[in-house]
């Protein structure tokens, strides 16, 4: 057994604090493109992730990922957090606490991710219920399959922050979500605007920030795979961004906000399964690369009937695609220590590359339909027509994110006021 | 002339704007306003604060028409309004003293008459 590093330990503490405020930032990020009677909603999903995915993942999810199962699963050992201490886990040197809670920071952003598809329209708790089913049947599953001694894992997938369990288990997900839910009721006769897009802009930078840990501590070290993840989580979103700046001008001879800070988003996914595992040079050209499928989508699915309302699929789904199969072909042992790709002499880590790539979208596609489809036999899954007009802050939660308090009048029930001692205002 | 304001549910805007579209009704300003109409009052609660809501968002129309156009425009609004239930809003038809087209100076019955539209 490894003896613990306390460098190591500070690292990842940190790199789960960065991971962690990537949930509100992608909230932020979410609620700047709805329309503001439907912003706390929005952002709602996201904080409902921070509660609901933490306490499935102590209970449950943690184990079924990581303690050890067979080939498709974990097994229950460590339910409850049970024997998960001070001890690191075997080639770990950080105690098994920090490992569990850096890993719960990662289903809690995946978990808030997929409600990209369905907002504006879906009824919270139906969403909730769908989230702790979506986190022990999906996610668990895909995160034991690369991460947690799983068949991926056993055949020489290479999936350093999330390729598979993130990025296209949220972004298929959100696709089948999307056509589960149905549409929002004016969609296609109606344009639907972002109501703040500074919102939109500061979300995206705050998650770059956050990416930094979350690809930054998938090496569970200060060692090179974790430097070498830091430097690509700067690299790759960079020539994206610049990428998409040009695709964006070709397309329209203007360079738009609402584009850049998908672009940053784009590239953060693109790198995260790559990011230990490529050189820097080989970085810059994915950051290139990763741009044009999730850009070729974005512009394909405008023009469908298909309201994934925030290109999740697009953004994730591609993105982490085009990543996961980079691995196999720029992979270098030079800089991972592991294994080379096709373009250094290595076939097979591409064909495993590619199994990863078709099978993962299918499943989570797949459980998500059938998961969705249950929930909406136990309740409704969307609000009413007249309540989607009205807008679902107020409808689900009381409240109103631009509440000017005007007419506004106090309900106070006197008898319960407590009287105030005298000298006192 | 006259001057239709209607004041409408902000989620049937849209409704309203398509069926005066329809009715080839050009020519409005729209507004944001908050009123009270004896509808029943939202409860918010914000931190253990609750408070009654007691004006309700509207959308206000303004539309400045010729007499012949009053019902069509009456009607149109009407339509695209109406979800049946208290807080549909109102319609307030008043008449109009004087009307000017900015660019052309055209006055009156002329200036509430869309370009290219028979007369």
């Known amino acids: 057994m490894n003896a613990i590093n306390t460098g190591d330990t500070a690292w990842m503490i940190t790199a789960s604090a960065l991971v962690l405020v990537m949930t509100p930032a992608l909230g932020l990020f979410y609620a700047g493109f709805v329309r503001s009677k439907n912003v706390l909603n929005t952002f709602m999903m996201s904080a409902a992730a921070l509660g609901v995915a933490t ?24 339910v409850f957090l049970n024997d998960v201490g001070f001890t690191p886990r075997d080639g770990q040197t950080i105690p098994q606490l920090v490992f569990f809670v850096f890993q719960a920071t990662f289903v809690i952003v995946t978990a808030a991710l997929i409600s990209g598809a369905v907002v504006e329209r879906m009824r919270f708790g139906a969403f909730i219920l769908f989230m702790i089913l979506w986190i022990l049947g999906v996610y668990a599953v895909l995160a034991h399959w690369v991460w947690g001694g799983g068949w991926l894992a056993d055949g020489g997938v290479l999936d350093f922050a999330g390729g598979v369990p993130v990025e296209m288990a ?34 995206a930078g705050l998650l770059w920030f956050g990416w930094i840990g979350f690809n930054g501590g998938s090496g569970f070290s200060v060692g090179n795979p974790g430097v070498l993840a830091v430097t690509n989580t700067l690299l790759t979103p960079a020539f994206t961004l610049v990428t998409w700046f040009i695709l964006d001008f070709i397309r329209g001879r203007k360079v738009t906000a609402v584009g850049a800070a998908t672009a940053i988003v784009v590239g953060c996914v693109g790198i995260t399964p790559a990011a230990g ?4 040079t080989w970085a810059m050209v994915l950051g290139v690369l990763a741009a044009i499928p999730s850009y070729l989508v974005i512009v394909w699915r405008a023009r469908t009937r298909l309201d994934e309302t925030l290109d999740v699929l697009a953004a994730h789904g591609m993105a982490g695609l085009t990543g996961i199969v980079f691995i196999g072909l720029a992979a270098q042992e030079s800089w991972n220590g592991i ?27 797949t459980m998500t339909f059938v998961l969705l489809k249950l929930v909406g036999r136990l309740m409704p899954l969307r609000v009413s027509a007249h309540e989607e007009a009205v807008g679902l802050d107020i409808v689900e939660h009381g409240e109103e994110a631009y509440a ?12 319960s006021l407590v009287e105030q001692p005298t000298g006192v205002r | 002339m006259k001057l239709v304001i209607g004041i409408v549910r902000p989620e049937k805007a849209n409704d309203v704007l398509a069926s005066l579209y329809r009715a080839d009704v050009r020519g409005l300003s729209i507004s944001r306003v908050q009123g009270h109409g004896g509808e029943t009052e939202r409860v918010e609660t914000y931190r253990g604060t609750t408070v009654k809501m007691g004006l309700a ?8 028409v010729s007499d012949d156009f ?27 003293e004087r009307v000017v087209r900015i660019r052309s100076g055209e006055a009156d019955q002329a200036a509430v008459t869309p370009q290219g539209a028979a007369q």
């Open chain 2, 57 to 64: 968002e509207k959308v206000r129309f303004e539309i400045a």
């Open chain 1, 277 to 280: 595992y490529i050189s820097p």
């Open chain 1, 404 to 415: 000017t308090g005007e007419g506004a009048i106090l309900m106070i029930d006197h008898e």
């Open chain 1, 170 to 203: 949220s972004g298929f997900s959100a696709f089948a979500a999307a056509l589960v839910v149905g549409a929002r009721k004016d969609f296609g006769r109606q344009a639907f605007l972002p109501h703040n897009a500074l919102y939109i802009l500061l979300g």
């Open chain 1, 55 to 78: 306490v499935v993942w102590a209970v449950l999810g943690y184990s079924l990922a990581f303690s050890a199962g067979n080939d498709f699963i974990g097994g229950l050992h460590n």
């Open chain 1, 339 to 365: 294994a080379n790709g096709l373009f250094y002499g290595n076939a097979s880590l591409l064909g495993w590359q590619v199994i990863a790539a078709l099978v993962a979208p299918a499943y989570a596609f």
């Open chain 2, 70 to 96: 009053v019902d069509t425009t009456v009607d149109a609004l009407v339509e695209g309004a109406r979800t049946g239930d208290v807080g549909d809003g109102k319609i307030f038809v008043v008449p109009l």
